[in-house]
């Protein structure tokens, strides 16, 4: 009897400890999430030596996630520390407001997505007088050319994918292209499209039968190809500007049953792009290298910043992706 | 050291299970109110930028209407809203680190001082009437505010999705915590149990055992079994309480039972010789029948005395003295106590009496030990043995005999013997005797030796016996055999 009460109490004994030992942990736990997601304990965060304002539209586009992790490689190098506004793809008015609030907030440095048709000099001339370093980016050099921007140059990429698909169909090219969203003012004279025309010179008899602007939304690319397969059933080439439009035209080529009769040539490369290229969807993508792009805007911030002048307008190339590799 | 007795126990046990559980129960429940604790600290953010909110608000307000109507009201309750919302800013971040939530508070203490250096500006310039320049300042205020409320929107919907972040994780383990509290208080509860009844069997089991050996002790039953000894509670004192009554007991039963023995033994003995006195009485009786009135006898036989020595017949006169002071003797109550030397005397007259009747035919010899004449004595024990020897010892012998009467001491005892040179009894017929009366023969047959043996049992109370000697040829001898310490009357 004495020893089985011995042996309850240490059963007790144990299961008590236990239970305090697991709840001290688990109540441990919770406030240790609760300090990281919630009373942001400073001193385990290391200060940095400027605060960096990147705003981007929230895009799903690959090219806007390598920019973004550019800029955070750069930041690494400068000891900057990143904050990322993202706005609406549809409503890129509200990227004003983040321009806003860094310059009212008093940040060191803005790296914006600058596309064609933003007030990038006027933007460019506020952040001046706010002592803000500005540093423009995106695919194509705005009007007037605002000091320090960097860029993939679109119209180089446009013509890489023209030379490409005139290359493999030469004089019986019937190219279909799809703009990205958000561009503005005329399809005709994006410097994406002016970049296939001009490669499609060279080979007689190629020409671009379609001609179409993709809607935001993720399903803008799948909705462009079909409709434009619909209505021109001789389109024996796509080109397309981005990774998102990419995906979705080999999906519907793919549900189209028309893997080899129509060439696809895309843009950037994501794990999805590489395994179509890899089953022959997509031949082709222009890759536009927006972690070089992201990581010089903030090398070009610390440059400004240190002193220096900011410099002209800098474009970042591309290289190609294809089922036998890189290049160049 | 003194032990706790069974009350210390049962107080000290309910101490422990009450110990146990309610630590149990208020382990959960500090743990359930830490865990609340933690819930709590979710919306201190949230509170922070609701202060700010309210403090803008306020301070705008009373900007608008201090621009608006220059009243000193409005001036002073812009400058508490505007302090207010310079406290509230400062609480804020400031520092440069790589963490979205505070880089967003960083963006808000900027717009905010930006803000105020806005509205600062433009009660200045209401002040120096300087319209234009409190407009421009007062419009860009507004837009900063409005830059504000959405920054302040956008760190709350990051609070908030933090908080919910670490809410779920919490939630879960919430549960695993208020799971364990509550397999830890039913193990308490279950513990608390297993105690209280591991402990109510301790402390009846010896109770039982007590009712149950007071149960066997009520049929008889001294040797059920009872709690071990050595408990130092009232259980053991009880315990050893019982042992010891109960022991008690058993000795008070035994003792009872020898002494109800012995009284029984002692009854039995008593019927016995009552039986005897009967008896004897009977045989009195019996000879009152059968013989003459002896008062009559012995007034006539003193009357025959008076008359012989009136004419002279001197012999005769003896024989009537002598035969009347032998009937006195023997008209005395049997069971009274003489002395050894009366009864010599007795036996005396009785054989000159004999001489009398049978000559010098058979010869008597009387001796007695000194010593022996004052011990005390059942009367008229020796006459019928000195009969006997006479009527049935010598009577078929044609020579004669000798009957000797002796009386000695011989250690402790009184020994008074008849002994005759006659011819002997068989054993058979010494067994005849000496047994109870049977229907053969002469039924008075032994009367005289029975009754002296048993008058000499009661006389003595057991103590004195009568020994009978005697073999076919070699004659009878009947010794009685008295204590020294004297007969009782």
């Keep these: 009897m004495k020893r089985a009460a011995w042996i309850l109490a240490a059963l007790f004994g144990a299961a008590f400890l236990g239970a305090i030992l697991m709840n001290a942990r688990l109540v441990d736990q919770s406030r240790r999430a609760f300090a990281g997601g919630v009373f942001r304990e400073t001193s385990r965060i290391p200060k940095a030596r400027y605060h960096l304002v990147l705003v981007i539209p929230d895009d799903d586009d690959s090219f806007f996630s390598g920019l973004a992790e550019g800029v955070r490689s750069g930041a690494l190098e400068t000891d900057s520390a990143v904050q990322v506004f993202r706005y609406a793809a549809s409503s890129p008015a509200d990227s004003e407001r983040f321009f806003e609030i860094a310059l009212g907030a008093g940040v060191d440095g803005l790296i914006m997505y600058s596309p064609r048709g933003e007030p990038v000099l006027r933007r460019a001339e506020a952040a001046l007088r706010r002592g803000v370093v500005f540093v423009p ?107 998102r439009d990419t995906m979705g035209v080999a999906q519907v080529i793919v549900d189209l049953n028309r893997v080899g009769s129509i060439l696809v040539v895309g843009a950037d490369e994501t794990p999805e792009i590489l395994r179509y290229i890899e089953k022959g969807v997509v ?24 002193g220096g002048a900011p410099a002209g307008p800098v474009e970042a190339g591309f290289y190609v992706r294809t089922a036998e590799g890189r290049s160049p | 050291m003194r032990r706790a007795g069974v009350r210390g126990k049962i107080i000290l046990n309910s101490a422990l299970v009450l110990l146990i559980v309610a630590s149990a129960v208020l382990y959960a429940g500090l743990a359930s109110v830490g865990l609340a604790r933690s819930v709590e600290i979710l919306f201190r953010n949230n509170r922070l930028m609701e202060d700010i909110r309210d403090s803008l608000g306020r301070t705008e307000a009373s900007l608008t209407v201090y621009l608006s109507t220059k009243s000193s009201d409005a001036l002073k309750d812009y400058i508490k809203y505007s302090t207010r919302l310079s406290e509230d800013a400062r609480r804020l971040n400031r520092e440069i680190r790589a963490d979205e939530v505070l880089l967003l508070e960083r963006d808000l203490a900027g717009l905010l001082d930006s803000f105020l250096a806005d509205a600062e500006a433009s009660v200045a310039s209401k002040r120096g009437r300087d319209v234009a320049a409190y407009t421009e300042r007062f419009e860009s205020a507004e837009r900063t505010l409005d830059l504000v409320m959405f920054l302040i929107d956008r ?18 383990r919430v549960t695993s915590v208020l799971v364990s509290n509550a397999v830890l208080v039913v193990f308490a509860t279950l513990m608390g149990m297993a105690i209280l009844v591991s402990f109510s069997f301790r402390l009846t089991e010896p109770l039982a055992e007590l009712a149950r050996a007071a ?64 008896k004897l009485k009977d045989a009195e009786l019996l000879a009152l029948q059968t013989q003459i009135n002896p008062h009559f006898l012995f007034n006539t036989l003193a009357a025959g005395q008076q008359l012989a020595l009136s004419e002279g017949a001197d012999r005769t006169g003896d024989f009537m003295e002598n035969l009347a002071a032998f009937i006195r003797y023997a008209l005395k109550p049997p069971s009274r106590s003489v002395r050894v030397s009366d009864e010599l005397e007795c036996v005396r007259l009785y054989i000159w009496l004999l001489r009398l009747r049978f000559g010098e035919r058979y010869r008597f010899e009387v001796e007695a030990d000194d010593r022996a004449l004052s011990v005390e004595t059942p009367a008229l024990v020796l006459q019928p043995l000195v009969e006997n020897a006479v009527g ?50 002469d039924p008075r047959a032994g009367i005289g030796l029975r009754n002296v043996i048993r008058r000499v049992t009661l006389a003595t109370e057991g103590r004195g016996r009568v020994d009978v000697e005697s073999s076919e040829g070699a004659g009878t001898a ?9 007969v009782v009357p």
């Excluded at chain 1, 030379?163 to 561009?183: D, F, N």
């Excluded at chain 2, 760190?155 to 994780?169: N, Q």
Aim: glycine share 12%.
């Design chain 2, 392 to 441: 049935h010892g010598l009577r078929d012998r044609e020579e004669g005999g000798t009957v000797r009467v002796s009386a000695r001491v011989e250690g402790r005892e009184a020994v008074l013997s008849v002994e005759d040179s006659g011819g002997g009894m068989s054993p058979a017929e010494r067994e005849r005797i000496l047994g109870e009366p049977a229907g053969e023969g």
């Design chain 1, 137 to 243: 980016v995106g695919t194509d050099v705005p009007e007037g050319e605002p000091p320090g921007f960097i860029g993939s140059a679109s119209l180089l990429q446009g013509f890489e994918g023209g030379r490409r698909i005139c290359a493999a169909l030469g004089a019986s090219a019937r190219i279909g292209v799809i703009l990205p969203a958000g561009g503005a003012g005329p399809e005709e004279e994006e410097p994406l499209f002016r970049g296939v025309s001009a490669s499609i010179q060279a080979f007689p008899g190629a020409r671009v039968s379609a001609l179409t602007r993709a809607r935001p939304g993720t399903l803008a690319g799948e909705e462009a190809a079909s409709a434009m397969l619909g209505a021109d059933p001789s389109i024996n080439a796509i080109f397309c500007a981005n990774s």
């Design chain 2, 155 to 172: 760190i709350e919907g990051v609070f908030i999705s933090d908080s919910l972040a670490a809410f779920s994780g919490f939630n879960s």
């Design chain 2, 215 to 278: 149960e066997a002790l009520g049929r008889g039953d001294y040797d059920h079994d009872l709690p071990p000894p050595g408990r130092p509670d009232e259980i053991g004192v009880m315990a050893a309480s019982f042992a010891s009554m109960r022991e008690s007991v058993r000795r008070a039963f035994e003792e009872q039972r020898a002494k109800a023995e012995l009284e029984r033994s002692l009854m039995e003995e008593r019927v016995r010789l009552l039986d005897m006195d009967h």
């Design chain 1, 283 to 306: 031949t082709a993508s222009i890759v536009r290298d927006s972690k070089w792009i992201g990581r010089e805007a903030v090398l070009a911030f610390a440059r400004i910043k240190d």
């Design chain 2, 478 to 486: 009947v010794r009685i055999r008295l204590p020294l310490e004297g």
